[in-house]
């Protein structure tokens, strides 16, 4: 640090002091409700830095209103307003404020902007929080930017999508980088907003300008019958019967534009919809798994098919749809899946059997339940359509959420299979006995090592005498007369068994 910077940083740390004193600890303050002070919107911020951190104290929330003639301070976490009188001391204060902080020299300085840029911000009324606050929505930091940034209103910026945040909330990060104040009014004027650069960028990959301004949802042809947006993490798999859902779905969902499959087919109808309308089997032999859309909500959601749309397509039972999710988590592939469900689609109830139960861990804090399920189906007549078998692997532990593993066999082998494979990897290895008891000891009057198991006694120059061999030194002999050479103690099994 410079002489001139530890000059600056005595000098701020003065005015932080003496901003304290006057604005929070005088006694002129009061609240603003007791003043009868009436609130006036849009005031300028004082700037207030914290001592030694080169960083503006967020809660230090003061204005000027001078048609007032008082300072108000917005207290912390909106408690209220506190008012003081505009004084002569105070006006010497704020003028010490501005000249600190506020020129277009102290902003190059401090915030790294460009000096004709900082005039022209600073020319317009702005303080550095106003800077701090547009600058996480679009970066300023030439004087083209500035003046991007200045051809609109607050109100424009906020009905073009790149409005400031509230105070006390910050603005989501973008991938990539934030855009400039120029690049910002380009997709303002295009009808791009913040938001919907963030998507793009975050899950769809366009990175520059003519990325964002070229992004355009897939094209789905207005004779498709079947439509299925394959998407990713939360937003899953939806389907339906027409183009119109689908499009409008992908219109307010730009992460999805590149990388969802979206697969359109004209012909294929629904022949069957499972329980709200969270699956459907189709006339071609294909079963997806994915909710069938007909709109969106109001709030822009999916609008899943309800008991009134297709009146003409069946529904399937509850039964139907346990036996498809069971199957579901082993086939993935709709044709294959159609196939495996075909004879339990039909079915109406459903019966489920304990067969087997294996606990690890029962009276300790923490184990495993293994459990096989039997579920048999059967259709309305009561014939049975078939059965599936269910292994729940339970991992529970005192105090936390368990957590369960599902596997689902076809075949009663299969089944066995794969509950003898959870017990064995869920059964703990059996303890290791302890060394010493494994060998039996030829007795006290023999010299013998437990390391090596020799029973001969050997020479040992270090004690003059005949020690075990090898071990004797790592304190792990057996026989009585037999010592460590180092600690000049018996061994682990004589001291257990002997002494």
């Known amino acids: 640090m410079t002489v001139r910077d530890e000059d600056t940083e005595r000098r701020r740390d003065r005015l932080f002091a003496r901003t304290m004193t006057l604005l929070t600890r005088a006694p002129d303050i009061t609240s603003a409700s007791r003043a009868g002070y009436t609130v006036s919107e849009d005031l300028p911020r004082l700037v207030i830095e914290l001592p030694h951190s080169g960083a503006r104290d967020p809660h230090a929330d003061f204005c000027v209103d001078r048609a007032q003639g008082v300072i108000v301070h917005r207290l912390p976490y909106g408690v209220g307003l506190e008012v003081m009188p505009l004084t002569a001391e105070r006006e010497a204060l704020l003028e010490e404020l501005r000249c600190e902080y506020g020129t277009a020299e102290q902003w190059a300085a401090d915030l790294g902007i460009a000096e004709e840029a900082a005039h022209l911000l600073i020319g317009a009324g702005w303080t550095a929080y106003d800077y701090d606050g547009w600058n996480a929505v679009m970066r300023v930091t030439s004087a083209a930017d500035a003046r991007e940034v200045l051809a609109r209103t607050a109100q424009q910026w906020q009905d073009a999508g790149w409005g400031r945040p509230r105070p006390g909330y910050g603005q989501e990060y973008i991938p990539g980088g934030t855009p400039t104040a120029g690049e910002a009014a380009v997709l303002a004027d295009a009808g791009i907003t913040r938001a919907r650069v963030k998507s793009l960028r975050e899950s769809g990959g366009y990175r520059t300008l003519a990325e964002l301004l070229n992004a355009r949802p897939p094209e789905i042809p207005l004779d498709a019958t079947r439509v299925i947006v394959t998407g990713e993490r939360w937003l899953g798999t939806v389907q339906s019967t027409a183009p119109e859902p689908a499009v409008a779905w992908l219109a307010r969902q730009p992460q999805l534009?590149?990388?969802?499959?979206?697969?359109?087919?004209?012909?294929?109808?629904?022949?069957?919809?499972?329980?709200?309308?969270?699956?459907?089997?189709?006339?071609?032999?294909?079963?997806?798994?994915?909710?069938?859309?007909?709109?969106?909500?109001?709030?822009?959601?999916?609008?899943?098919?309800?008991?009134?749309?297709?009146?003409?397509?069946?529904?399937?039972?509850?039964?139907?749809?346990?036996?498809?999710?069971?199957?579901?988590?082993?086939?993935?592939?709709?044709?294959?899946?159609?196939?495996?469900?075909?004879?339990?689609?039909?079915?109406?109830?459903?019966?489920?059997?304990?067969?087997?139960?294996?606990?690890?861990?029962?009276?300790?804090?923490?184990?495993?339940?293994?459990?096989?399920?039997?579920?048999?189906?059967?259709?309305?007549?009561?014939?049975?359509?078939?059965?599936?078998?269910?292994?729940?692997?339970?991992?529970?532990?005192?105090?936390?959420?368990?957590?369960?593993?599902?596997?689902?066999?076809?075949?009663?082998?299969?089944?066995?299979?794969?509950?003898?494979?959870?017990?064995?990897?869920?059964?703990?290895?059996?303890?290791?006995?302890?060394?010493?008891?494994?060998?039996?000891?030829?007795?006290?009057?023999?010299?013998?090592?437990?390391?090596?198991?020799?029973?001969?006694?050997?020479?040992?120059?270090?004690?003059?005498g005949q020690l075990g061999f090898m071990a004797a030194s790592l304190g792990t002999a057996c026989g009585i007369t037999c010592y460590d050479a180092i600690a000049d103690q018996p061994g682990a099994h004589a001291t257990r068994f002997h002494h």
């Not at 969270?278 to 709109?295: K, T």
């Not at 189906?377 to 599902?406: C, K, N, P, Y």
């Not at 990897?425 to 010299?447: F, H, I, M, N, S």
């Open 257 to 464: 534009w590149r990388q969802s499959a979206v697969n359109a087919t004209a012909g294929p109808r629904p022949v069957l919809i499972g329980p709200y309308a969270s699956w459907v089997l189709w006339d071609d032999g294909q079963l997806i798994c994915g909710n069938l859309l007909v709109g969106l909500n109001k709030w822009g959601g999916q609008q899943k098919a309800g008991d009134d749309d297709f009146p003409d397509v069946p529904r399937a039972s509850e039964a139907a749809a346990l036996a498809l999710d069971l199957l579901a988590r082993t086939i993935t592939d709709p044709a294959a899946l159609a196939e495996a469900a075909g004879p339990f689609l039909t079915a109406a109830a459903h019966e489920e059997t304990e067969e087997a139960k294996h606990d690890i861990g029962e009276y300790t804090r923490s184990g495993t339940t293994i459990r096989r399920i039997r579920h048999t189906f059967h259709a309305g007549g009561g014939a049975e359509l078939g059965r599936l078998w269910e292994i729940s692997i339970v991992d529970w532990q005192a105090g936390v959420d368990a957590s369960e593993t599902r596997r689902i066999a076809r075949t009663p082998a299969e089944a066995d299979s794969l509950f003898d494979d959870a017990v064995h990897l869920a059964t703990p290895p059996p303890p290791r006995r302890a060394k010493e008891a494994d060998r039996q000891c030829p007795g006290t009057d023999v010299r013998h090592c437990d390391n090596c198991g020799a029973t001969s006694p050997q020479p040992n120059d270090f004690t003059g």
